[in-house]
């Protein structure tokens, strides 16, 4: 990884407005150029990407089919008129050919064109086509943002089945021209082999695109490379990644189903190698390299983190799996760990030093959902009751965000593979120390559709929308039934106003509720 600078301003010019010669029109009017695949020229082989923007810095990722020289070139205008080139990075075998770039002394409130190029380090003067993204950072004062969450990418055996078009979720997205998207988790299915072929509840075929990589569950490094890069074989996840950055967190499929620090596979056959830590180790590797997320320095693993997008909108990742004990009854005393002790006093400091309007937590797993391991439970919730167990962690957050008298914090959320907004509320809980909050689900983006879960009364949730299949539909439908979820975030430059919308792969509109900020 390398880091760069650019500075100067510009006026917002629409992206859709340019066009490079020998370009490739694909999902939604995104143009990109077009490949070479020429046997002595570099190839950009997945596309690019950009991911944790914020008002002034941004990180560029793209991927060769050899050893080469990133060449990155920033402008201010479609066209590249005045364009400057940053630094170059050389990538090899060590990271899979990956380059990331951390580009900082952006200007604010600016849509940023890049483009990039590999050279051949083994065959000077051999270079790639050109491929050029675009990105948009964040404003410096109030101003409209509207972003994008979702979760669960190529889950359940459902991977890419040209004939049905492919990951559509995607496309529909792109079409609302996010300022950034959040996955909020599930982003691979390393535990999940695509098979060539499915057969779907309807007796029908749905006939997958594979790779070796994704014909088994993952162990190597190599394998877990490899589910990333199968979801970006798809054409609609390259346009996107393209076009609208993205923000990443992790669930547990980049791993494998419901695991936990120190668990061991031995009842699992699928698995030679039995450690889930050992597992967990290679796959979060592959997580900072296949992704655009900005290591951190002091903990190189670490994928918890806040990015700002603007005065109004703080936004707090957090990871509810590298640091949590073991999935068992949950009802023991206060020594039991989901966060952890570092990560909860980081989110306290954090969501208390924030000055923005809005205090968006990113979860990979909803609060007030069950969700079972078997016989165990996997996130914190465990049924009706007082806070127990890994709750009485979640109940010191939310009485500290209370008594801290932190407002306007919304938790948004994936996992559960449907779609919902919960109100929180305390006078319906048996835990009563929290001010009221939202909880918005959706997901997945192309996976298998499940739900609904049962609700636990600990912190009061209440269900205001729901959308998930019904008992004669049965459960892991394809996402060819159509019950494939987005949210979109609309933040009001004016009245700071946040509008949540839940939307389906077909773009109908859901559910939109409207949230007014509170003042101090």
Sequence with gaps: MYRSKIRGG?????????SAAGGLVMAGGLVLPALSRAA???VITHGLQSGDVDGGRAMLWARADREARMMVELATRPDFAGARRLPFVDVGEATDFVGKLDVTDLPADSEIFYRVRFADLAMPGAESEPMTGRLRTAPSAKKTITFGWSGDT????????????????YKTMLAHDFDFFIHSGDTVYCDGPIEAEKKMPNGEIWKNVTTEEKSKVAETLAEFRGNWKYNMLDEHVRAFNAAVPVFYQW????VLNNWYPGEMLDADDRYKVKSASLLAARANRAFIEMTPLRPNLDEPGRIYRKVSYGPMLDIFFIDMRTYRNANGKNDEGDAVSFLGSEQAQWLERALAGSTATWKVIASDMPLGLVVRDGENFENMANGDGPARGREIETARLLSFIKHAGIRNVVWLTADVHYAAAHYYDPQKAQFQDFAPFWEFVTGPLHAGTFGPNDLDDTFGPQVMFQKAPTKEQGANLPPSDGLQFFGKVTIDGESEDMTVNIRDVADNDLYSVTLKPERA
């Design 10 to 18: 510009l006026s917002r010019r629409r992206f859709l407005q340019s």
């Design 40 to 42: 002595d020229r570099p």
């Design 154 to 169: 190529a889950g359940q055996g459902w991977g890419i089945d040209l004939d049905r078009g492919g990951m559509l979720t």
């Design 251 to 254: 669930d547990d499929h980049e």
